[in-house]
Structure formats: C-alpha cells, structure tokens
C-alpha cells in the first residue's frame, strides 16, 4: 500500500509542475478506462454462457461448485 502511495504522489508532483499536467492527467484517466473496458469485453469475458455451449455442461458445472466442500 505504501509503495502505491508514492507512485501516486510521484506522479502526482510530477503532473503538478507542469503547465499541460491536467491534461496529462485526464488522458491518462482516458486511456485506462478505455483499456479496462476493452480488456474486460474482449478478453477476459468468461461467464457461464461462453465457457460452457451446452445446458447440461452448465448444470454440471453449478451443480459440483455448490456441492464443493460439503
């Protein structure tokens, strides 16, 4: 947690002194959320309906996770 703080502060002081650090900032911000977005749909979408095609593999798969440990 420490070390995020002070990447944060660094980058934060950094941005700071800068006359264009705002808009530095918001196309940082930008630029993540677009690549979070994007990793989020198109690589890691896995739900129940893309890992498993048929009903019976879903009901398997739900039936032993429930079961597990009990």
């Known amino acids: 947690m420490k070390t995020i703080s002070r990447v944060f502060s660094f980058y934060y002081d950094g941005f700071k002194n800068l006359k264009v650090g705002k808009s530095?900032?918001?196309?940082?911000?930008?630029?993540?959320?677009?690549?979070?977005?994007?990793?989020?749909?198109?690589?890691?979408?896995?739900?129940?309906?893309?890992?498993?095609?048929?009903?019976?593999?879903?009901?398997?798969?739900i039936f032993t996770n429930l079961t597990k440990g009990k």
Request: hydrophobic share 50%; charged share 25%; glycine share 0%.
């Open 24 to 61: 530095l900032w918001k196309i940082v911000i930008i630029k993540l959320l677009v690549i979070f977005v994007v990793l989020n749909y198109f690589v890691y979408d896995k739900n129940l309906n893309t890992e498993y095609k048929t009903i019976k593999e879903k009901q398997d798969f």
